[in-house]
Every structure is written in C-alpha cells, then in structure tokens.
C-alpha cells in the first residue's frame, strides 16, 4: 500500500453568459484587438452583469456540477475552502456562504486569499486535512468575480480579467495518485506592484479613496512581468528536479493564466512541447483564483489515470509556486 494522498476525484466549473470581447473594449480604452492579442494571447473574457450577484453566485454553479458529477451527497463534505480575491463580504466567508448555498450542512469552511496563487495554496492546504486522515472529502473552489475590482478605464488592467470559477473533490488515495509534492514562495515586498490601494483597514473607505478610484486593482505591468516570468518558471523547474521528473515524464503543464508569454516562457523552462501545455486564457482572460480548475474542467476529458501534471500558479503580493500531481481517473 503506497502512501495516503489526496487526489482529485472530481472537477466542476463555471463562467458568466456575458462576453467582453477585445473589440468591445476597442470602444472603451485606447486599446486595439492586436495589441490586446499580441501582449496577453487574450481574445475576450467572460463578466457576471447580474446586479447584486457576488462571486458566490459563480461559484456555487462550480461546485453544484462538482457534487452532481461526482454522485456525492453533501452531508459528506467535511471541508470547503474557498479560494478567492474578491469575495461577496469583508466577511462573513464567501466559503461560508457556499456552504449554505450548496447545503454542505456537515462541513466547515473558510476563505484563503494567496490572489492568483490562491488556488494552488488552497489545494495544497486541503489535501494536508486528508493526509492526516482526519478528512475524506473536502472541496477546494477557486473563483473570482474581478469585474468588480476592475477600472474600465485603466487599459493596463480591463484588457486581463474576467470572471470565472472552478472546484475540484479530493479523496484519499492509496494507489500512488494524487498530490505528490508542492513548492510555495511568498515575497511581500512586490505588494506596491500588484494590489488594491484602499478598501482594507490600513486604508479603509473614504470619500477621497474613492475619487482616487484605489478600490480597483492596481498593477504595474513590466515588473510583475518580469518577476513572474522568472518565478513561475523556476518553481516549475524545481518541482521537476525534485521529483526527477523529465519533460517527457510531464503529460500536462496546467499553468495560471495570466500572459500567454509567461505561460510559453515557464513551458519552455521546463522543456515541454507546446502540446502538452493548456490554454483558455484566450477565452476566459485571467480569472485569477479560477484559471487552474477552469483548466481543469476545461480538458478533464483528456487527463488519463496516472498522468503527471505539473500546476504552476503567480499572484498579487508576491505569491507562487507549483504543485506536481498524479492525476487519479481516467476520462468518463
């Protein structure tokens, strides 16, 4: 019997009706489709429009279709962890909510915010609860409803997010699947970079806050490209050499999607065919806590049992890093 590991048995997803694409933001900022295309490899995005209708509304369709496909009754769930950048409240949790919203009336749940990094940090979180063996079910969810902290005027942000939202079951295993190793990094010094000025209690509400309009995401481009490019990549070669993994042994790079540049540049870091690289980014755009269980959903139909996958993930703050896992199932 192989060591006790948490392995994704099931994966959901979800995004809003409602297309922005380049041409309709030709019309918004001094922008072109080109220019959009060529720089990011986004060609539209997808936006919740309906009024009143936060990131659990996203969610929640995620993880319905999880425990629908998954055939698994929700008294069962033991944990939710919601993994998200813009949540429905300062508090309570967006995972509480959801838990409400789904009738997980057994599980407890919270909120983990690593910005684009959220995801990987909350799968890597969650699978600890089942290695422990105290847990036998626990959903991760990974979404972010970024329209909401997005300045529709500010070209060097609305061209990059959408909304969207992923989540995926993990369960004991024993046959040598599931996560196998992780690398995280936090380094809070790139906080100036890639942040949202105002809103929290360092700098709470005002009327000059919101004239300033810093209650939207801020970024300063060229150094998040540059840090992230060199980071992402290298984490992704470090969970490599740790696991003597060659690019032949890697089926799939499941990378955050953020730049198509930086997701080419970390493939090619770690010597993978373009082949084995998943895109949505021209799709969806970055749903930063949902592109990788977006990626997930997206191509669950080509992931055969014992296929190695290698995530990477970068975010706000600065957070990375990369998980190396063996995937546990085999297409339905």
């Known amino acids: 019997m192989s060591k006790l590991r948490a392995a994704i048995t099931g994966v959901g997803g979800y995004v809003p ?6 041409k309709e933001l030709e019309k918004l900022v001094d922008t072109t489709d080109e220019w959009i295309l060529t720089r990011t490899g986004i060609r539209e995005r997808r936006l919740l429009k309906n009024p009143g ?3 659990s509304n996203i969610a929640i369709h995620a993880v319905n279709e999880l425990l629908k496909k998954t055939n698994t009754n929700p008294d069962e769930i033991d944990l939710l962890i919601c993994c998200t950048t813009t949540p429905d409240y300062v508090f309570p949790a967006t995972g509480n909510l959801l838990c409400d919203m789904a009738g997980l009336k057994n599980a407890f749940s919270y909120d983990l915010n690593a910005a684009c990094s959220g995801f990987i940090y909350g799968l890597v979180t969650g699978s600890q609860f089942i290695e422990s063996g105290k847990f036998k079910k626990v959903i991760v969810v990974g979404g972010d409803k970024m329209s909401s902290i997005i300045n529709y005027e500010d070209r060097t942000t609305c061209i990059i997010f959408g909304d969207g939202a992923g989540a995926v079951l993990l369960e004991p295993d024993t046959t040598g699947h599931g996560v196998m190793d992780s690398v ?14 105002a809103g929290g209690s360092r700098k709470p509400a005002s ?3 919101i004239a300033a309009k810093e209650h939207f995401a801020y970024q300063e481009g060229a150094t998040v490209f540059k840090f992230a490019v060199t980071n992402m990549a290298d984490v992704s070669a470090e969970i490599m050499r740790r696991n003597n993994l060659t690019s032949s042994d890697v089926a799939w790079l499941v990378s955050h999607q953020a730049n198509k540049r930086i997701i080419d540049a970390t493939a090619e870091r770690m010597g993978l065919d373009d082949k084995k690289v998943l895109i949505n980014i021209d799709r969806y755009g970055n749903t930063t806590n ?3 269980p977006l990626l997930l959903w997206d ?16 975010g706000g703050g600065f957070t990375w890093g990369s998980v190396y896992l063996k995937w546990a199932y085999d297409p339905k």
Do not use: P, Q, R
């Not at 009706?17 to 380049?22: E, H, P, Q, S, V």
């Not at 191509?299 to 970068?314: L, P, Q, R, S």
């Open 299 to 314: 191509y669950e139909k080509k992931f055969k049992k014992g296929d190695n996958v290698v995530m990477a993930a970068f």
């Open 17 to 22: 009706d409602y297309i922005l694409t380049n």
């Open 207 to 209: 009327l000059e806050t």
């Open 53 to 55: 209708e936060g990131t």
């Open 290 to 292: 949902g592109t990788i």
């Open 184 to 197: 995280l990094k936090t380094d809070g010094s790139g906080a100036k970079y890639l942040c949202m000025k």
